[in-house]
C-alpha cells in the first residue's frame, strides 16, 4: 500500500530533501555518517544489494563505495526517481525500479536488504513479513533505526508493532553524530544523546519462513492464525 512519498512533493536544496507541503526533512545531509555505516553492514557479503528508497542518494552512494554484484533500489516517488535514474547512468550494475517497494521487487533473493523509504507508514510495520521472500539463510537486513537505543521497531512492541525479532538476534553498531532537535521527532529519531545504532540482523532458517512471521503479526493484531 503505497506510502506519503507516492504523493509527496518535495523541495530539494544542497543539503537536504524537505516535504514541501507538511515541512517535514525527507533527508540531510548530517545523516551521512548513519548512512556510512548501513552501507558497511549491508555489503559485508557482497552479492546482491536491495535498497528501498533513494533520498538524497547517500547510502547508495556509500554502498557503491564497496565490491558488490547489483545495487536494486526501488523509488516511489516522481521526482527522486528521476534524480536516481540520473545519478545511476554511470553505474551499469544499479536497477532502478520505480514503485511501492512491496509491491515492486523482483522474484529473486539477495544477498542484503536496506530498508529506508520515506513516509511508508502503511508498509512499515510489516517490513519483516513482507521482505522475507527475498531473503535466504545468511541475507544481511538493515534499516533506518528510529530509537535511539541498543533497539529497534521490530523488536521493542514500538507504536504497536509486533516483535518480530528479539533483540539479541539484533547487532548494533554505534554512530556518533550530532543530532538536530527537528529530527527528535516520532518515525524519525526519537530519544535522548547523540548516538544512533544501526541494526544488523543476518537471517536464518525461521526469518525465510514467511508463514511463521506472518502469524506473528496475525496473532499480535487479534486476527486468526
Known sequence: MKG??????????????LDTEIGWEVMSDWEDPIMVKHAEVVTKNGGDILEFGFGMGISATHIQSHDINSHTIIEINDDVY?????????????????????????????????????????NKPSFPELICKNCKEGTIISWYNNILQQSSI????????????????????????????????????????NIYYAPELVVNKDEINFDKLVNIGINHYGGIS
Not at 4 to 17: E, N, P, V
Not at 96 to 109: L, R
Not at 172 to 178: D, K, N
Open 82 to 122: 528521476e534524480r536516481l535514474l540520473k545519478w545511476a547512468e554511470d553505474k551499469p550494475n544499479v536497477i532502478p525500479i520505480k514503485g511501492d517497494w512491496a509491491e515492486s521487487i523482483p522474484d529473486k533473493q539477495y544477498d542484503a536488504v536496506f530498508y529506508d523509504p520515506y513516509g511508508d507508514m502503511f
Open 4 to 17: 506519503r512519498a507516492s504523493i509527496a512533493k518535495y523541495t530539494f536544496t544542497d543539503t537536504q530533501i
Open 154 to 193: 521490530y523488536s521493542s512492541g514500538y507504536s504497536d508493532i509486533p516483535i518480530y525479532w528479539d533483540n539479541d538476534r539484533i547487532n548494533f553498531y554505534e554512530v556518533e553524530l550530532e543530532i538536530p532537535d527537528n529530527a527528535r521527532i516520532k518515525w524519525y529519531l526519537e530519544g535522548e544523546g
